[in-house]
């Protein structure tokens, strides 16, 4: 399965480990071309790089252009500044447009307990993993026009 790997660029190196452990388990697994620069990064520096990006590089667009053939999408939603399995807007964004694309959402750990979103991701219909890889081996792609 063609998985992406989405989350907080302040996550990047567990997205890249995420990534890697796609890879092992037969999986051809992505993140982002622009993901190097924020390896090893404080988050002061990675908010930084992530402005740039996204003003001067096109990220929004580059990863839009990259999830094209994707089969799947995984959300490495982790604790960020004291908020358990944070997805941010960005992330959010690209979620909409995994399901846009008709592709499988998958959560790593439960969605977070944010009211704003909440509605609207539980439509998309994530399944979430609780944080075992393997389980994405016996899901089936979802068909948008069943029930």
């Known amino acids: 399965m063609r998985i992406g790997v989405i989350g907080s660029m302040h996550f990047t190196e567990k997205m890249l480990e995420l990534r890697d452990c796609l890879a092992a388990l037969g999986h051809d697994a992505f993140v982002t071309t622009l993901a190097a620069p924020f390896v090893g990064k404080s988050d002061e520096e990675k908010e930084r790089i992530k402005i740039t990006q996204k003003m001067h590089l096109d990220a929004i667009r580059e990863f839009w252009r990259l999830m094209q053939g994707a089969d799947a999408m995984l959300v490495a939603n982790f604790e960020k500044n004291g908020v358990p399995n944070y997805i941010g807007a960005n992330t959010f964004l690209e979620i909409g447009f995994a399901h846009v694309l008709g592709q499988n959402v998958y959560l790593l750990h439960a969605p977070p307990e944010n009211s704003y979103i909440a509605t609207e991701l539980a439509a ?14 016996v899901k089936e792609k979802i068909n948008l026009h069943e029930g």
């Open 124 to 137: 998309m219909r994530p399944i979430v993993l609780d944080g075992d890889l393997a389980r994405l081996a």
